[in-house]
T-cell receptor, first 108, second 114 residues
Framework: GQNIDQPTEMTATEGAIVQINCTYQ??????LFWYQQHAGEAPTFLSY????GLEEKGRFSSFLSRSKGYSYLLLKELQMKDSASYLC?????????FGAGTTVTVRA | SQTIHQWPATLVQPVGSPLSLECTVE??????LYWYRQAAGRGLQLLFY??????ISSEVPQNLSASRPQDRQFILSSKKLLLSDSGFYLC?????????????FGPGTRLTVT
């Protein structure tokens, strides 16, 4: 089975940096995805990691350590529009398993 | 470019009534299709997935069913809704089943069972 843990909520100030951690225990591993979901909307794809290390995409970066079952999503230069839920998802043998999501609130 | 449509956007149904939610994908062939449900404040739960016409895999035993009558059409149904069926239903597609294939989500249907 899959067990994916991430914090429920985080709050940060506009312009700051926030790091969202995700730990997982899975029966198979074919990559880890991060999605952003604004309230009432569908999730949108942010990043994908399959090898250890850091992947950078503009203000967003994602890190993976397969041996530790650990990933984080780093959001830099926070903007008000970054207030959303961030979902960690692990690809097993054939499907994605999602964590419950971390709600990030950006304050002015 | 590829687009994914879902309808209706919102739905209020009484307990015991039937359900039919439709999802269609444009701009791609032979997509993998998925139905998820998201309860309030919870993560996404995979309900069904399909790798081809007529091929449906069920993840969670419940009173829901899915069908794929055409390559780019995925339908979620129920004969009799339960209160616990309330939630945000999301259809998604991917180009393949491997790890590098991200899933793209439709706009979702918010279902309230009363």
């Amino acid at each position: 089975g899959q067990n994916i843990d991430q914090p429920t909520e985080m709050t940060a100030t506009e312009g700051a940096i926030v790091q969202i951690n995700c730990t997982y225990q899975t029966s198979g591993f074919n990559g880890l995805f991060w999605y952003q979901q604004h309230a009432g909307e569908a999730p949108t794809f942010l990043s994908y990691n399959v090898l250890d290390g850091l992947e950078e995409k503009g203000r967003f970066s994602s890190f993976l350590s397969r041996s530790k079952g650990y990933s984080y999503l780093l959001l830099k230069e926070l903007q008000m529009k970054d207030s959303a839920s961030y979902l960690c998802a692990v690809k097993g043998d054939y499907k994605l398993s999602f964590g419950a999501g971390t709600t990030v609130t950006v304050r002015a | 470019s590829q687009t994914i449509h879902q309808w209706p956007a919102t739905l209020v149904q009484p307990v015991g009534s039937p359900l039919s939610l439709e999802c269609t994908v444009e701009g791609t062939s032979n997509p993998n299709l998925y139905w998820y449900r998201q309860a309030a404040g919870r993560g996404l739960q995979l309900l069904f997935y399909s790798v081809g016409i007529g091929q449906i895999s069920s993840e969670v035993p419940q009173n829901l069913s899915a069908s794929r009558p055409q390559d780019r059409q995925f339908i979620l149904s129920s004969k009799k809704l339960l209160l616990s069926d309330s939630g945000f239903y999301l259809c998604a597609w991917s180009a393949g089943t491997g790890g590098g294939y991200e899933q793209y989500f439709g706009p979702g249907t918010r279902l309230t069972v009363t």
